[in-house]
């Protein structure tokens, strides 16, 4: 069943390949239509830093919040501190600020930096503690007519008569031990401090009964139990009377940034026009929600523009690093600035706005989106390279490597979408965008970034394969060559090694090998001509490995295939082929392509079990139709084993001389292959010492003028 959806999904990825590659200009276009809209979208994200925005709106606390705000209006205030250096001055300063703040009632309903005395004097007892407030309606009750005529004849001679009663009854009522026992400063303290303040309300020759009165309360309010304000300095100051306070009202909440812009750009210019009328005045410091809002949203969102400028940056650096090209380069970066720009506008259109927690998706998707991007933009290049046309390289780009993008974009978006489930609104808007985002970079690198890659080929008219071709008279040369004294010739899927320079057969392609096999089969008359199927056209399907087969013998002209192994799926395949008339020759011991399940190029079948199980390998494949086996690397004790109880021919490599005949690379026997050569290999010939001393020979002459020779 697996099989089967792995099928579908690799047919449903060439689909989407082929449409690409057909209409790559139609998909440009519609990337850069999308791109533009994107960027419009992405301008109006808002980006909100109020924590209760991350919260889940049906929180009790955040209701009760809500409702304040709405009943009572903005709960926060900016706070203003002027220097008072110059207390005139700064007390100048600070009426004349505070009458152009509340210039436009829209932003600043009222300031507050000054006490309104009267009003605190007149609900003073409000401030009294409770247990004196108690204590003061005793004494008042207890003592209510000596009081009343106390107030009805307010001279000094009466109040201190007054006082001596009050005293007296004290006494009599046992409240006090004795007239003597009294401390008279209780009362004389405060009496001699009203008498001092009418003194100082006399000398300086005031008229008014309400200042007397604010003076001498101002007296009594400086005890440590009473009302800690002083009725001579109305304003706001510190301590040591060198900062005054000025708290400024707003008539919003400072969670809307683009209002605490508005609002602090407001009370900036009339502090600057305050400044102007008072020059020399320092200017006053500034902080509060507002404040703080509109300079974090600044700091926010220079760290998200840093950020992801970074990460982008080092993505490149290492992308350049590793790949050392241009083209390379510009074919990922910009997909992945296209991928950000379109999640911002999704998340315009989904949400609406940017949290603290959102903001970080950027560097979250990049790390993501350069993993596709160089899956696909890797496969592609490799296969360029190999050989493959456009179409070609695209169809095994978007089938090998797509496949498993989707898969593991589909899970990787099921883990952050289920995040959605959280009650905080900023992981779930952090699981929404993640989520989009991702769907969006695989709809990028699996749609757009393959037609890039198509347009760019196409632009360079470079549609058809990539790969050099070896040169096809040495070819042709060496099948001559052979012809004359061997019975069979094998085009093995080692020129990827001895050729084409790479590590094992597996970049080999089916297009390469019926390119150098018909190179050889035209120099052949006489030998037996066989062709390896390469790796990369098994796997795929039983029906995909039939029609290279096919190939092989059709436009090749070789006369057999060659296969490795003798899994199940082996087997079925030369059952079906040796039954539909094509010749099949097996590989069994150390088979190339599959050097990494074997651990590298190692001797196969040391145990007993393991021979054994190569023995039934062998067996099996001749019960499937196979002509002929070969054993390569192999011990020469189990070859003789296998070659004296299977009916078909053996052919060794590395399997000692027991089989019954012998195969070797071209490149080995010739000794042109100077990297590597196995040591069962014997060089017939040393070309590769021929031809560095013929290059060698060549260059030396032509810098010594000896060639070309002076024509007589």
Known sequence: MSSENSGVRVRVMQAASRLVYRRYWLVIAAAVAVTAFSWWSSRKLDLKLNFVDMLSPDDPAVLAYQGAVKQFGALSFLFVVVDMEDPGRGRAFADDLASRL????????RVFYKAEIDKYLDDALLFLKPEELELLAKTVEDNRDELKRMAADPGLASTLEGVTRVIGGYVARGQIDSVESFDPAMVIGPLREMVRAAKTYAAEGRGD????????????????????????EPYILSRDKKRMLMLVSSSRPSEDFEWCRAYMEYVE??????????????????????????????VIRHDMKLTTLVSFSCIMLLFAFSFRNLSSIMMVGVPLAVGILWTMAAGYWVIGHLTPITAIFGAILMGMGIDYAILI?????????????????????????????????????????????????GGRELGVMAGMGIIIFVIIMTVVLPALLVAWDRSRKSVGPTQKKWDPKFMRLAATAADDGVDVVLVGDSLGMVIQGHPNTLPVTLEQMLYHTAIVSRGLSHAFLVMDIPFQSLPASREEAVRACVRALSESRAQAVKIEGFTPYVLDLVSHLTSHGIPVMGHVGLVPQSVHQLGGFRIQGKTPEAGAKLLEGVQKLQDAGAFSVVLEAVPHELAREITARTAIPTIGIGAGPHCDGQVLVSYDLLGLNETYCPR????YARLAETVKAAMETYAREVRDGLFPETQS
């Open 102 to 109: 509340v210039e436009d009632k829209d932003f600043v309903p």
């Open 209 to 232: 009964p309400a200042a007397l009165r604010q003076t001498l309360l101002s007296q009594v309010m400086k005890a440590d139990r009473q009302l800690p304000i002083d009725p001579s």
């Open 269 to 298: 210019g009339k502090i600057s026009a305050s400044m102007k009328k008072f020059p020399g005045q320092p200017r006053p410091l500034i902080t509060g929600n507002a404040a703080v809002m509109r300079d974090d949203n600044r």
């Open 377 to 425: 933009l890797s496969r592609y290049t490799e296969e360029r390279h190999s050989g493959r046309s456009v179409k070609e390289a695209l169809d095994q780009a978007m089938a090998q490597s797509g496949t498993g993008i989707i898969a593991g974009a589909l899970a990787t978006c099921l883990a952050f979408f289920s995040m959605t489930r959280s009650s905080f609104s």
């Open 680 to 683: 069962f290999v014997k060089k």
